[in-house]
Structure formats: structure tokens, C-alpha cells
């Protein structure tokens, strides 16, 4: 049973052109990640809700946004993609926060093409 | 800056030999650590943890990791590796306890020659 769900699995825009990519679960889990991924590197944490807390990385640039409508749903805007913005982008929840909590289940990841 | 190394981009391997990837980490407090695998078209998902206690944490499929402390490492073993186990593996850490921002290394591609 898929437990962390991303839409769509592969997603091409344009240059620009803003793009919203989508995950949910089915964990009732507090917390949500959003990664970006490129190709041959490791997977950087752009930000993540803590239930309606939003949590950004300090180096996570102003054209990456987040939403969290709800507890099951979570939303990657990104608001004038670059050709730099080009990666796999993983979404992630875990239980709660802290030690012995923090073990995260992640999405198949979407692949973001951007032309 | 906390940053986690993982030696090996790729390692190539025949069936039934030893394994053993290399992970360190740079951080000199509590940690926690991880190591998740991505087979090929699939998605990350964890391999075993260690948070406290035993040092030798035993995972799914075979895989064992030992964390030593002094040596800021927590490599990955199996004594005997499957063709099934192709895929590519990461080291993480989790190096604040209050949060949950897990440092991730940039993985190791391990192929498995049948």
C-alpha cells in the first residue's frame, strides 16, 4: 500500500513558468519534508511542516514555497523555474519530530524537466 | 557545518562476495544514523537505524551497520551480497535531536554482477 504519494512522477514546464508539484500520505504524520535531488547528489532538505508550522532551510532560495492545507496533503510551488531547477524532488513524513521519531518515509519523488 | 561522506560513489560487485561501504560523519555530539537504499524505479526507504545502545544494529535484507563512535563512522556490511541487491545506498544523520533535519550523503551505486 503506497503510504507517501507523490503527483505527478514526472512533470515538464517551462522556463519560468510556475509549477506546483503535490504529495500526501496516508500516515497521519505531524511532519512533512520537501527535498530536492540532483542528479548524482544527495538529497537537500528544502523545508518541512511540523502540522501547520512551516520550517524553511536557511538556503532554501525564495522561489521554492510550500503549502499544508490539511494533515494528509502537501504542495511544492516553485514560483519561475530555472533551468537550475531541474532535479527530483522528494516528499517525506515522519511520526513526529525528535529522537526515536524522526525515522522518515519518503515519496517515489517527482522529476522536474524544465526547458 | 555538520556533513556526512560516503567514500564509494560506486562499487561493483560478483554475487556471494563480502560488502562494506564506507560512511562518516562530521559532528561531535549525540547522533542518530541511518542508511537508507533506492532501488532502480523505486523509491528511498530505510535500510536500519542506529539511536542508542547496541552499536551493531542488524537491518532488513541482511544488511548490518556498526557505528563507532570514535571513529565518526557507521559503515554498512553484508556478508554475502544478491543480485537483488543493486541499488543505490545513503548515509544519513540526524544530528539534532530536537528537529528532525536529517544530512544525507551523496550515495553509493552498488551493482551486482550476476
Known amino acids: 500500500d503506497a503510504m507517501v504519494i507523490q503527483n505527478p512522477r514526472y512533470q515538464v514546464t517551462q522556463f519560468g513558468k510556475p509549477v506546483t508539484l503535490s504529495c500526501s500520505q496516508t500516515?497521519?504524520?505531524?511532519?512533512m519534508y520537501w527535498y530536492q535531488q540532483k542528479s548524482s547528489q544527495a538529497p537537500k532538505l528544502l523545508f518541512h511542516y511540523y502540522d501547520k508550522d512551516f520550517n524553511n532551510e536557511a538556503d532554501t532560495p525564495d522561489n521554492f514555497q510550500s503549502r499544508r492545507p490539511n494533515t494528509s496533503f502537501c504542495f511544492l510551488d516553485i514560483r519561475s523555474p530555472g533551468l537550475g531547477d531541474a532535479a527530483m524532488y522528494l516528499c517525506?513524513?515522519?511520526?513526529?519530530?525528535?529522537?526515536?521519531?524522526?525515522?522518515?518515509?519518503f515519496g517515489p519523488g517527482t522529476r522536474l524537466t524544465v526547458l | 557545518a555538520q556533513s556526512v561522506s560516503q567514500h564509494n560513489h560506486h562499487v561493483i560487485l560478483s554475487e556471494a562476495a563480502s560488502l562494506e561501504l564506507g560512511c562518516n560523519y562530521s559532528?561531535?555530539?549525540?547522533?542518530?544514523l541511518f542508511w537508507y537504499v533506492q532501488y532502480p524505479g523505486q523509491h528511498l526507504q530505510l535500510l536500519l537505524k542506529?539511536?542508542?545502545?547496541?552499536?551493531l544494529v542488524k537491518g532488513i535484507k541482511g544488511f548490518e551497520a556498526e557505528f563507532i563512535k570514535s571513529k565518526f563512522s557507521f559503515n554498512l556490511r553484508k556478508p554475502s551480497v544478491q543480485w537483488s541487491d543493486t541499488a543505490e545506498y545513503f548515509c544519513a544523520v540526524n544530528a539534532d535531536s530536537s528537529a528532525s533535519k536529517i544530512i544525507f550523503g551523496s550515495g553509493t551505486r552498488l551493482s551486482i554482477r550476476p
Open positions: 559532528y561531535g555530539g549525540t547522533v542518530n
Open positions: 542506529y539511536f542508542s545502545g547496541d552499536p
Open positions: 517525506a513524513t515522519s511520526r513526529d519530530l525528535g529522537q526515536g521519531a524522526d525515522t522518515q518515509y
Open positions: 500516515l497521519n504524520h505531524n511532519v
